[in-house]
């Protein structure tokens, strides 16, 4: 547990000196959402029964450029190998990594969540619900978007390689996550979004666990 | 530290990148409180022998052993070419993040020792993409230390240093000897560290061609350059 604390702890910090980086991920996603409701055009009920999927579409594409970036950071001057120099287990270091992209990821969420209510004029009356959804859903993308950026990092194609592999990988959550969201904003009347939610819990139940067990063959040479 | 066991002991160390063996049946024993140099042309596997013995690099075959036990990863303190650090962060903080993995107490006040003992003391507040090689050199340096590893391995510890860094790379030596640590240097600089070392190991495409008193390497040296001149003459 030391080591995880220490190495959330490394990775908010990096997080916060690179905030610039972290801005730019923002403002990508807001652009992206922005350029979807062009694509939708001035129809307003349209783009109310949309608005769920598109702020899902913009975080899964902003959070390739996220995890990325926590991985050059780490590949730099093989800082992570000096983490497992110090006999540091790797999955202390994908439970730390994880956690602080997952915090990260989530932030990006709450940022996002705004400007989608901005720009597609939804109900607020589930914003509650949608924001345990992006919690869970986040989740959801951190696990295997860790191992993932950790295995892509190690190819030269490392932002071609990362949305291959990541993408189809994270297709549970993200169907889930839409239906959870749009469910949430647009009236749910036969409570469907519970098993929604519970359907991404019980992703994050085997994907966290197996993704930290993964790790340590992903990074080690 | 126990004097009685090897501090640390290689057996049959063979190390393959694609068809390439980078070391083939390489032994080695130092024992606590001595001082191991590895010489050799480049290519000659004296990075890839530290990163063995460090548990960086698993190797194909062979065994190695640490104070009598199989190794594991963190026992054995490596300075390399990288520097293992974040260049976002500054020097302190590096530190600091070492040793909240490690366990230590992470105040300023127990990682200054470690920043003053390598000359850094003045400029742990900078961040690392503000420091020149050297001091990044002097920054892992730092690290290695904190680990408290009874066997420090230097890759080209010379490297990057100006002349009062060669002169605290000899310093160290000889404080890490006293206090019963092995160190393990691999480096070009034969005529240097035969002086500071008491044995040497000369490597030739992976495997060990010479080993013996450090104060005879510049001659081994010497005489392995003369016959791979002859090698390519003839």
Redesign the interface.
Known sequence: M??V???F??DL??GW??RAQGMAVAVFGATLLLLLSFAVGPNAQMLRQLGGGFLWVALLFSSTLALTESFR?ER????I????????HPAAIFYGKALANWLQLFVLGLLLLPVMVVLYDPSLDGIGGVIGVLALGTAGLSAPGTLHAGLSSQTRAQQVLLPLLLFPLVVPVLIAAVRATSLLLLGDPMGQARSWALLLLAFDGVFWPLCGLLFGHVI?? | MNETKAAIEARGLCKRYGRTWALVDVDLCIRPGEALVVAGRNGSGKSTLLRVLAGSLRPDRGEVRLLGTSLRRGRAALVGHASFTYDLLTGMENLRIAARLLGRPSGPEEIQPFLDRVGLGARGADRVQAYSAGMRKRLTLARALMQDAPVLLLDEPYGQLDPPGFGLIDRLVDELRAEGRAVVLASHQVERLSRICDRALLLDAGRAVWSGPASELPFAFQRLEEASIRAVAG
Request: proline share 0%; net charge neutral.
């Open positions: 030391r080591a604390a220490a190495a702890y490394k910090l990096l000196r690179g950071l730099e001057n093989r800082a190998e000096g983490m497992l120099l110090l006999g540091v080690e040479e």
